[in-house]
C-alpha cells in the first residue's frame, strides 16, 4: 500500500553549484504507507529531483527541514 506527497522546498537554497528553489515542487509516490517520505534516506524524493529538474539532492546537502510536506492520499 502506498501514500502520496506533494514535496516544496521551503526556502531557496544555494549549494555547491546547485539551486533549490521554492518552485520546484515534486509529487511523490512512497513504495509503504508511511506518514513521512523521508522515512528510507529520501529515496523517493531523490529520485523525483532528478528525473523532473535534474537536481542532485545528497550534491546540495538537503535534508527533511528544507521542504514542506503535505500528504494526498
Given at each position: 500500500m502506498s501514500k502520496v506527497f506533494k514535496v516544496t522546498p521551503?526556502?531557496?537554497k544555494r549549494t555547491n553549484g546547485t539551486v533549490l528553489t521554492p518552485q520546484m515542487t515534486v509529487t511523490v509516490t512512497t513504495l509503504?504507507?508511511?506518514?513521512?517520505?523521508f522515512y528510507n534516506g529520501a529515496k523517493e524524493i531523490k529520485e523525483a529531483y532528478m528525473r523532473i529538474y535534474a537536481f542532485d539532492y545528497q550534491k546540495a546537502c538537503c535534508n527533511k527541514n528544507d521542504f514542506q510536506v503535505e500528504v494526498l492520499g
Open positions: 521551503k526556502r531557496i509503504q504507507h508511511t506518514h513521512d517520505p
